[in-house]
């Protein structure tokens, strides 16, 4: 072969060489380009935390820190509580208050036969004030009736209201106990509020409405889930406090020893010196034997650490008399020093306020008065009742 054949072989190598090099490269102009990532890489762990740049990298333009930081929560701020029984007031006359509806309507008929006496008897006992307590306000209703003869709606208002509001009593003290006390060895100890009652009556939202009532006040609170046999009710304690800034000692344990979980509690309280300690009891009730044990346990560890300043005992004031069947248990074990009313928003069954004042010895002292966080208020003898006549 001669020279001349071999340079153009070569040459035709070359040629080749060259054409392939460009289709290669013009392939790789023509490819989609990858889409951008979502967001920054994340560390290997899948924490969301961002990797380091590598070195010699030139650092973001946003710092880290506005990535992994987290806006702190806004706290409720509750109502304040005065003027919240007003509400209730308002509720019961725009609800057409029917207690008070019904025995102004007999009370103002021109001659009342003992068929409106026996009418107005079986409204006061439809309305849960007990057979004792209406005995006494039909009997003092026949005398006033009889000696002043009133048939004037405003004047039969004012005998009804007179006589309502001596057996729902205003002279009793309905205030709570929630100042520190100082204990005999001279150790200041917050005073310690004791929740029972059985379960379904709003015992747990109760304590959480009224740490809000407390915090309203200024006070400093301290919580104490020892409901540890429903596994929700730490949660739903825990829950409420949190809104509004307050700790709750709780176990993680279900089962856990209640008393073990309010020593603590009460312990917490008086370390943070706070002014109120709040502890929630578990409401099963299927035998007193039993619950007398479990509260009588609680009680004696507590007050090795601080005095029960109070004992609530919460009712469902639409429960009638099983309500006064809870209350008597709760009466003998306890120790109540007040009771909490719930549901009491627009009921027919206002009576229930004499009835277990009258059973156990002790207050109604607060009252709930519907679904809302703020809706727990201080009772009032006098606004309960006008709430309940409503407006001539």
Same mark, same amino acid.
């Given at each position: 072969? @001669? ?89 019961? +006359? ?89 204990? !005999? ?15 379904? @009556? ?22 104490? +889930? ?30 856990? !020893? ?96 004499? +009835? ?37």
């Amino acid at each position: 072969m @001669t020279d001349t054949a071999w340079i153009w072989i070569l040459l035709a190598v070359v040629l080749v060489a060259a054409l392939g090099t460009a289709l290669v490269a013009s392939t790789r102009g023509r490819r989609a380009p990858r889409p951008p990532q979502a967001g920054p890489p994340r560390a290997a762990g899948g924490t969301g935390v961002l990797d380091r740049p590598e070195a010699g990298t030139a650092e973001p333009a946003a710092p880290e820190a506005e990535v992994l930081e987290r806006p702190a929560r806004q706290l409720d701020v509750p109502e304040p509580v005065e003027g919240r029984l007003v509400r209730l007031r308002s509720r019961l +006359a725009r609800s057409g208050s029917p207690l008070g509806a019904r025995l102004l309507a007999v009370l103002s008929r021109d001659h009342l036969t003992e068929d409106d006496w026996d009418e107005l008897e079986e409204t006061l006992l439809l309305a849960d004030i007990g057979a004792g307590p209406t005995s006494e306000i039909v009997d003092a209703l026949r005398t006033r009736v009889r000696v002043e003869g009133v048939r004037d709606p405003a004047a039969v208002r004012a005998m009804l209201r007179a006589e309502l509001l001596a057996l729902v009593d205003p002279s009793l003290d309905r205030s709570l106990a929630t100042t520190r006390v100082r204990r !005999d060895d001279g150790v200041e100890v917050p005073a310690v509020v004791l929740v029972v009652g059985v379960n379904g @009556t709003g015992k747990t939202t109760t304590v959480g409405k009224l740490a809000r009532v407390l915090v309203a006040e200024d006070r400093a609170v301290v919580l104490g +889930a020892a409901d540890t046999f429903r596994a929700a009710a730490a949660d739903q304690l825990q829950t409420w406090g949190g809104r509004v800034g307050v700790p709750t000692v709780r176990s993680d344990k279900e089962g856990a !020893d209640p008393a073990a979980v309010a020593f603590d509690a009460v312990r917490r309280g008086r370390e943070d010196s706070v002014d109120v300690v709040l502890v929630d009891t578990a409401g099963r009730l299927q035998n007193k034997a039993g619950l007398m044990d479990e509260l009588g346990k609680i009680r004696r560890v507590i007050t090795k650490e601080a005095p029960l300043a109070e004992v609530l005992l919460v009712l469902d004031a639409t429960t009638g008399q099983n309500g006064m069947n809870q209350a008597r248990v709760f009466g003998e074990v306890a120790g109540v020093t007040g009771i909490v009313l719930t549901k009491l928003d627009g009921t027919a069954r206002g009576g229930i306020v004499v +009835a277990v004042q009258r059973e156990l010895g002790v207050p109604v002292k607060l009252v709930g008065l519907g679904e809302g966080p703020d809706d727990l208020a201080p009772f009032d003898a006098g606004s309960f009742v006008d709430g309940l006549l409503g407006d001539v």
